[in-house]
């Protein structure tokens, strides 16, 4: 009477959206073309992070870093998260004015955790990224640190020498701008 119910295929298909000039992926999806006209969508659930908020004997010496001047923290995991846009030095500089200013510098970082964890699909824990970094700053920044530390990533040197180091953006997915050649010529 009815016709047969097509069976469900992991991960559904979708039709090709219209051409528009807008990023049609977000944090949790990304798509894979199949053929001509269609795409698949993956769901990718939140793992959990490599260490805890309180696990900061894991690395002694950040954990007294961050204590003293957090800035300086703040900064490296910037440059990663931003993928080398903006620098240490500038993201540090923004998080100490922050600081100086307002006296309550989350209300910078905690946007920096939350790209982090769309970066790496991790998992919101234990609470929301604004209260971890109001009420947790620097165990927060601490973890942050070692997550992207335990990825590969060297800290010390910054994102454009990691990216070389990983040889030319290989394993993270990063790529650098083509290099300038020279001025404009007629």
Not at 17 to 45: C, D, K, L, R
Not at 89 to 95: K, T
Not at 144 to 173: D, H, P, S, T
């Amino acid at each position: 009477m009815y016709p047969p119910k097509p069976e469900p295929t992991y991960p559904p298909t979708m039709a090709l959206p219209p051409t528009t000039g807008i990023p049609v992926s977000s944090a949790n999806q990304y798509f894979a073309p199949t053929g001509p006209a269609a795409f698949q969508v993956h769901s990718q659930e939140p793992v959990p992070w490599s260490t805890g908020l309180c696990d900061c004997f894991d690395d002694c010496g950040n954990c007294c870093l961050t204590c003293c001047c957090p800035c300086i923290t703040f900064g490296q995991i910037a440059e990663i998260a931003d993928k080398g846009s903006t620098s240490c030095g500038v993201s540090g500089a923004l998080y100490a004015l922050v600081m100086w200013v307002t006296g309550c510098p989350c209300l910078y970082s905690c946007f920096y955790r939350s790209k982090l964890r769309a970066q790496y699909s991790l998992q919101e824990s234990p609470c929301n990224d604004c209260l971890v970094h109001c009420f947790c700053e620097s165990c927060a920044l601490c973890q942050e640190y070692r997550e992207l530390k335990r990825r590969g990533f060297n800290m010390a040197i910054g994102w454009r020498a990691n990216v070389e180091r990983q040889g030319q953006g290989q394993g993270q997915g990063a790529t650098l701008p083509p290099g300038i050649q020279g001025g404009m010529s007629r």
